[in-house]
């Protein structure tokens, strides 16, 4: 093929709105979705196709072509469908080559024994946050979640951490939406309780949930800014004006032998806060909990 015929094929291509997806394999990917979704483990074929939005014979070949791979399982009872065993298989071998939950089971086991609670790490996929790794405490009373549970990516503390460290843009466009779950029930959101809880979170790390999303039950939840890179770290200028910061001095934490960048944020002669800077070429603009909080060894009323 010359130059001039790629050319053309490009721009015939370009023209005619062509995606380099393939329909069918898309369908199929929507079902599977829309069973992983669904509050009830099975589904007719029926309830299958109006969610997907496809024929139901079409739906019915999809469901018969996944079913011989064991991605798929029917009751011939019930004539109702349900994730076969088959995704186990796959997403095992996708768990056990996870290097993320080796890393972080020192931290979540930490965290776990510290707390009395349980500790989860999750990770962000499309709008929805996945639990790929967990540390429970031996309790006879405690809370149980299952590793790849999701939760929508506005539901509760963990989408209040998210949504606080998001770029403006991004974050405003998200806060425009209908339906929001940072308080459980769309019907129960509070705009103007959860930008202040937003700022609140951006100047301490972390966000709080106490019994909104699951009456009786209080979380806690901080995103992991390095494996966020697109997001925002520190607006200085808006927190100076929201929260009255007489200054912001550039240093670097000695919390480690990493010698990452800080801002220190004073106020009235004392530092009140502690974030990574985002011009530093160690870190960029990320910071762990121990740098967070390396301001305790100053003001922390049992320091040494």
């Known amino acids: 093929m010359n130059d001039k015929t790629g050319r053309l094929m490009k721009k015939k291509e370009g023209n005619s709105g062509y995606r380099p997806f393939v329909p069918a394999v898309e369908q199929a990917s929507r079902v599977l979705i829309c069973l992983g979704r669904s509050p009830k483990f099975k589904m007719t074929l029926t309830e299958i196709c109006n969610q997907v939005?496809?024929?139901?014979?079409k739906g019915y070949s999809i469901l018969n072509t996944l079913k011989q791979f064991g991605l798929v399982e029917k009751d011939p009872q019930t004539k109702t469908y349900s994730l076969g065993v088959g995704l186990v298989f796959l997403a095992r071998n996708v768990l056990d080559n996870l290097d993320l939950r080796d890393i972080v089971e020192p931290y979540l086991e930490s965290l776990a024994n510290e707390t009395f609670s349980t500790a989860l790490f999750g990770l962000i996929s499309a709008e929805q946050v996945f639990i790929i790794a967990k540390h429970e405490v031996d309790h006879n009373v405690g809370v149980t979640i299952r590793l790849g549970h999701r939760f929508h990516i506005t539901s509760g503390a963990h989408g209040k951490a998210i949504v606080a460290f998001m770029p403006d843009e991004k974050r405003e466009k998200i806060l425009k939406r209908d339906k929001l779950y940072f308080y459980g029930d769309a019907s129960a959101m509070d705009t103007k309780r959860l930008r202040k809880e937003l700022l609140e979170c951006r100047r301490s790390g972390f966000a709080q949930d106490k019994g909104g999303l699951q009456p009786g039950i209080n979380a806690v939840s901080a995103p992991v800014l390095a494996f966020m890179p697109e997001f925002a770290y520190s607006n200085v200028t808006r927190e100076m004006e929201t929260y009255g910061y007489d200054s912001v001095v550039k240093s670097h934490c000695r919390m480690c032998h990493g010698?990452?960048?800080?801002?220190?944020?004073?106020?009235?002669?004392?530092?009140?806060k502690i974030t990574g800077d985002p011009d530093c070429p160690i870190n960029h603009g990320t910071l762990?909990?121990?740098?967070?909080?390396?301001?305790?060894?100053?003001y922390h009323p049992d320091r040494l």
């Not at 010698?259 to 009140?272: E, H, M, R």
């Not at 762990?288 to 100053?298: N, V």
């Open 53 to 57: 939005g496809i024929h139901k014979s």
């Open 259 to 272: 010698g990452c960048g800080v801002l220190v944020y004073v106020k009235g002669g004392k530092v009140t």
């Open 288 to 298: 762990c909990s121990k740098g967070i909080a390396s301001h305790q060894l100053a």
